[in-house]
Every structure is written in C-alpha cells, then in structure tokens.
C-alpha cells in the first residue's frame, strides 16, 4: 500500500506538469517563428546582402509556351513573422499590392507578367530577364 501512494504522488505531479505544457501555444516555444521563405516560380529566391537573385528553367517548346509561363509567373510568400514583399517592376513601380502571409491565404501568392514588367531580350525569348525587384519588409522596420 505504501509503494501505491510513493507512485501516485509522482505521476501526479508528472500529468500537472505536461497539462501545463499542453496550455502553452506553440508559438511562444518558437520565438522568433518559421524562417520566411520567397518563392518564384515555385523556385526560392536566395536572400543575400540585399539582392536576391533566382534562376528559372522554363518549358521546352514553342515561343508561345515560352511567353506564356513567363506571362503567368507566380511569386509566393511564407511568412509567420509579419514579414511583406513588394514586387517591383523595371521602373521601380509597385506591382499591385504586397505579398502578406502564407501561401494558404489569397495574399500570399501573385501572378505577375514578367514578360511584360521586366527587362528583356528584344526578338527572342531566350536570355537573362532583369530588372524585376522584391522589397521586404520585416515586421515593424
């Protein structure tokens, strides 16, 4: 009888302290949340001393093919930290409104024209597009 309560005593303690942590929302054990993650064209979008540069392959086929991906690029955001993206066109005019949040919320992705809003090769399709630019806002900067 004695071994029975020198148990209980412990697993007692042991169950208050895991409902404790059942309480306690995920989120606070990650401080600073899930690292942000930019896509373009399903492609991350490697973050470095303030460019960020991307490299795309695009379907095999005929111009038309070709044009057309370029004209439906989708750019993505997954963001839990507040983080927004703005997308930028050669001129350095906002395209729309800024990416906010995760890509399971409609402002997390955009379909953006790359064939129209960017430098380019002139009479062909094949060469290095330019002159797009991403602005990231931290959370409160």
Do not use: C
Not at 8 to 20: D, S, W
Not at 57 to 63: D, H, I, K, M, V
Not at 69 to 76: D, N, R, V
């Amino acid at each position: 009888m004695n071994k029975s309560k020198f148990l209980k005593r412990p697993l007692a303690a042991l169950l208050a302290i895991l409902m404790v942590v059942a309480l306690v929302p995920m989120s606070a054990f990650a401080a600073a949340g899930d690292p942000d993650v930019i896509k373009v064209g399903g492609v991350e979008v490697k973050l470095g001393d303030g460019t960020a540069t991307v490299g795309l392959t695009l379907p095999s086929g005929t111009s038309g093919i070709v044009e057309n991906t370029l004209k439906a690029l989708q750019f993505e955001l997954r963001s839990d930290n507040g983080t927004t993206v703005g997308i930028l066109d050669k001129d350095g005019k906002m395209i729309g409104t800024s990416l906010l949040g995760r890509p399971d919320i409609s402002t997390a992705k955009k379909t953006v024209n790359v064939w129209e809003k960017s430098n380019h090769p002139t009479d062909t399709l094949w060469g290095d597009y330019t002159g797009m630019k991403l602005r990231v806002t931290e959370k409160g900067k």
